[in-house]
Structures are given as C-alpha cells and as structure tokens.
Nanobody, 115 residues
Framework: QVQLVESGGGLVQPGGSLRLSCAASGSIFSIYAMDWYRQAPGKQRELVATITSSTSTNYVDSVKGRFTISLDNAKNTVYLQMNSLKPEDTAVYYC?????????WGQGIQVTVSS
C-alpha cells in the first residue's frame, strides 16, 4: 500500500506564492510519474502539472510560467512551487502517483487565493 500526504496549502493574497509538497511512503516499487491536480468548487478536477521519473514536465496552459513541478526521487516527494497566484487558482489540490500498473491519490489540500 502507498500513502501520499500533501502539505503546504493555505490562504495567500493574489500575487503571492506557495509551495505544495506531496510525500509518498509505503510499498513504492517504481514511480512512472507524479501529477498535481486541482478541483475548484463546481468544476471538474483538472490536471495541473506532471513530472516523470526522467524529470520530463508538462503543465496546463493556465499555469505555465507561474508554477514549477519538481521531484526528489530520494525522498519520494513531489513539489509544486506556485508563484504569482491568482484568485482562479483557488481549489483543492491533489497529488497522484502513477506506477507501472497502479495509481494512488493524496487526500487533497486547500489553496485559497484571496485578499
């Protein structure tokens, strides 16, 4: 079994920054990729950023140039550095670990961007 624990969320003013962390523990045999998703009230969950084990990255257009995903393989931890935050970034953020034949989700963490 694999557990994912997110941290680093909270309330921030527009233009501010936050760094989310997602630490994986348990029976981790291999990581193919890790993702950050978000879900705003009344909206579908959307994929925000992806990083593969070879550190290839991809971002949804709305966060390009503002968010950076990174992976510490030694710690089995993925980060999402979020800069220049906007009110529309407000959502519950989830991390996801994708193995070769399985996937695991974190419990989610709230990010609120408001003055």
């Amino acid at each position: 079994q694999v557990q994912l624990v997110e941290s680093g969320g909270g309330l921030v003013q527009p233009g501010g920054s936050l760094r989310l962390s997602c630490a994986a523990s348990g029976s981790i045999f291999s990581i193919y990729a890790m993702d950050w998703y978000r879900q705003a009230p009344g909206k579908q969950r959307e994929l925000v950023a992806t990083i593969t084990s070879s550190t290839s990255t991809n971002y949804v257009d709305s966060v390009k140039g503002r968010f950076t995903i990174s992976l510490d393989n030694a710690k089995n931890t993925v980060y999402l550095q979020m800069n220049s935050l906007k009110p529309e970034d407000t959502a519950v953020y989830y991390c996801k670990l994708r193995g070769i034949s399985s996937a695991y989700w974190g419990q989610g963490i709230q990010v609120t961007v408001s003055s």
